[in-house]
C-alpha cells in the first residue's frame, strides 16, 4: 500500500527531525508493550507540549512503523498538544510562551517554563 504522508513532503532537512521522533515513538512502544504485558492495546493518548521540539504528525507516522508487530498494532493513536506556558519570576504573573525566550508586561525576562514542554503517555487502554 503506498503511503503519502505531508510530513515527507518537506524539504530534505525534516529527516534529521523524523529521527528525532523515531526514537521517541520507538521509547513509548517500548514503555506501553511492556505494561500492556500480554494484552492487546486498544488505545494510547500522548501529551506532548508544543515547546518540546516534538512534530505529533511524525509521531503519528513512526507510531505506525514501531507498533508493527508489538501489541500495539493497530492501536488509535490520539495526541494532546499542550500550549505553552510560562510564569514570570519577578511578578508572578502567568503568560502564554510560543517560544522559550519571552518577556513579561513587567519588563523582566526571568520567564520559567511551566507547561509546554511534556511529553506524557496519558492514557493506555488494552483489550480484555
Ligand atoms: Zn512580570
Redesign the pocket.
Given at each position: 500500500m503506498a503511503i503519502s504522508y505531508p510530513v515527507f513532503a518537506k524539504e530534505l532537512t525534516g529527516f534529521k527531525q523524523q529521527m528525532h521522533e523515531l526514537g521517541i515513538t520507538q521509547n513509548i512502544v517500548a514503555i506501553v508493550s511492556d505494561k500492556a504485558g500480554p494484552k492487546r492495546v486498544k488505545r494510547i493518548k500522548l501529551e506532548i507540549g508544543k515547546l518540546s521540539a516534538i512534530m505529533p504528525d511524525a509521531i503519528r507516522f513512526c507510531f505506525d512503523i514501531c507498533a508493527q508487530g508489538t501489541q500495539l498494532e493497530g492501536a488509535t493513536l490520539e495526541i494532546d498538544e499542550i500550549a505553552g506556558l510560562g510564569q514570570?519570576q519577578?511578578?508572578g504573573?502567568k503568560l502564554s510562551l510560543s517560544l522559550l525566550a519571552g518577556c513579561?508586561?513587567?519588563g523582566?525576562r526571568e520567564i520559567t517554563c511551566v507547561a509546554g514542554q511534556e511529553l506524557n503517555i496519558k492514557e493506555m487502554e488494552v483489550f480484555d
Open positions: 514570570c519577578s511578578c504573573e513579561c508586561q513587567c523582566s
